[in-house]
C-alpha cells in the first residue's frame, strides 16, 4: 500500500456507549479499537522517516515502530515496544492529550484527520492485559544503589520503572491505601478504571520494585532520615493535591466540595456505593461545578452519575479558551451536561442550615489576552443573577501539599510553595534529591509529569554512577505556571 492509499483511509471512530445510557453509569466510556480496526488504522500511518509524532511525545515512545507492528499483527511486539520507554501504556492510551502531542504532529493530519496514535496505543496495551501476562522489559544488572520514590503518580510510577529497568533498587513510598495517585483518585472509573491502573502498578511490581501503602513523607520519616537510613537518591513527585478556592463568600457551607474530596469520594473510596463502601456522598438535585478543565468535567459527569437532575459547568471564558481534553467536553455535552460560559460565581447562599442553596454569578465578556495568552475575562456590571443548586463542586485548580517543604527546610520553594527544580534534570537545591510532575509544574497533565519521570530517570542514574554530577550546572528556576 502505498502513501495515497494510506491517505485515503478515514480515521477510525472508537465504539463507546451511549449517552443516554453511560450517564447512568460508571463503566467506561469508548469500548476500544476491535482487532481488525486497529490494524486498519494502524495502516494509515505513513511511517515517515522523520517522525515528526515522537516530538510531540514526553515519554519519547517510538510511534511509528510501535504502529508498524500493530498494522503487520504484530501486537505482542508492539507493546513492548512501546514499554520501552513508557510504564504506563494503558493509561496514555486513555487520558493523554493526544490531540495537542503526538497527534497534533502527525504528517497525515496535515490534510486531513491524524492517525489516532493513542487509541492504538490503548489497543496494544488492552492486548497485553487480555493476554494475561506482562511484556516484561530487560533489566540491567543490580546496581547496589537504592532510590526512594514519594508519591506513586505518574510520575512516580514512571521514575520508578524507568530506575527499575537500569538496575537500581526502588521503594515507592505512597501516603493513602492504592497506588497510582490522582489516576485512582482523581479520575473517575468511566474514563480510567482502577483496574487499569492496578495493572500497570503490578507490572512494575514484577520488575522488582516495592510498594510502601499507607506511608506518609514528612511524618513517618523526612527526606533527610531517609537519606540517612540508606537511600542514595530520593525522587519527590506528590502532586498538587491541596484544593485551592475562589475565596468568595459561602465556601464554607454543607454542599460546597472541591473537586478533590468530591472525586476522591467517588473514586477511591467508593462513595457511589454507599452503604456498600461506609463514605457517603451527598443526594444531589441541582450541581453547579466551578471551572473548565478536565477535573471540571469529569466532577460534573460524576455528579451525573450519581444521580443529580440537572449538573451545570460554570466557566467564566468562553469554549475556546477551556482547557479540558475536546473528547471530554464533548462528552459531557453529549450526556447533557449544561455549560454555563462567561458566567462567574461571586457568592454562595445558604438556608439556616448553613446548607447552599443557591450560587449568585455574574456575566463575563472577554477582554485583551492575559499572561496566559487567553483573553482576560471581565465582568459585565449588573448582570448578576442567582442560580439555584444543592451542590457546588469547585474545580479551579490544585496547589502543593506543604508537608514534605515544612520538615525539610532546605527544598527551595516557588512563591506559590512548588519545589522549584531544573525542568531538564529535575534536580532540586537538596543534594540528592530530584522532582518532578505537579509538585513543581504546578496542575498539568499525566503526560507531562511522567516525562518529568524520565528526565528524572536519567539524572538519578547519572548521579548514582558519579556523584559528581550533581556539582555540575545549578538548578534552573521554575517558570510560573500559567494562570487560568
Known sequence: MDAKERMKIPRHKMPEQKPEERRKNFN?????YPEDIAMEEAQRCLQCKKPSCMKGCPVEVNIPAFIKLVAEGHHWEAIKKIKETNSLPAVCGRVCPQESQCESMCIVGKKGEPVAVGRLERFAADFERKAGKAAKPDLAPPSGKKVAVVGSGPAGLTVAGDLARMGHKVIIFEALHKAGGVLVYGIPEFRLPKEIVQAEVDSLVDLGIELQLNEVIGKADTLDELLQNGFDAIFVGTGAGAPIFMNIPGENLIGVYSANEYLTRSNLMKAYLFPQYD?????????????????????????????????????????????????????????????????????????????????????????????????RPVPIVGSEYIKEVDTVIVAIGNGPNPLIPNTTPDLQLNRKG??????????????????????????????????????????????LKDPAWWDRPAPEPQPEKKKE
Open 28 to 32: 467506561e466510556v469508548p469500548f476500544g
Open 279 to 375: 463514605t457517603p456522598i451527598i443526594k444531589s438535585n441541582v450541581v453547579a461545578v466551578i471551572g473548565g478543565g478536565n477535573v471540571a468535567m469529569d466532577s460534573a459527569r460524576t455528579a451525573l452519575r450519581l444521580g443529580a437532575k440537572e449538573v451545570n459547568i460554570i466557566y467564566r471564558r468562553s469554549k475556546d479558551e477551556m482547557p479540558a481534553r475536546a473528547e471530554e467536553v464533548h462528552h459531557a455535552e453529549e450526556e447533557g451536561i449544561i455549560f454555563n460560559l462567561l458566567t462567574n460565581p461571586i457568592r454562595y447562599i445558604g438556608d439556616e442550615k448553613g446548607k447552599v442553596i443557591a450560587v449568585e454569578c455574574q456575566k463575563m465578556e472577554l477582554g485583551e489576552p492575559d499572561q496566559s495568552g487567553r483573553r
Open 418 to 463: 512548588n519545589i522549584v527544580a531544573s525542568l531538564d534534570t529535575c534536580k532540586t537545591s537538596k543534594r540528592g534529591v530530584f522532582a518532578g510532575g505537579d509538585i513543581v509544574r504546578g496542575a498539568a497533565t499525566v503526560i507531562l509529569a511522567m516525562g518529568d519521570g524520565k528526565v528524572a530517570a536519567r539524572s538519578i542514574d547519572a548521579y
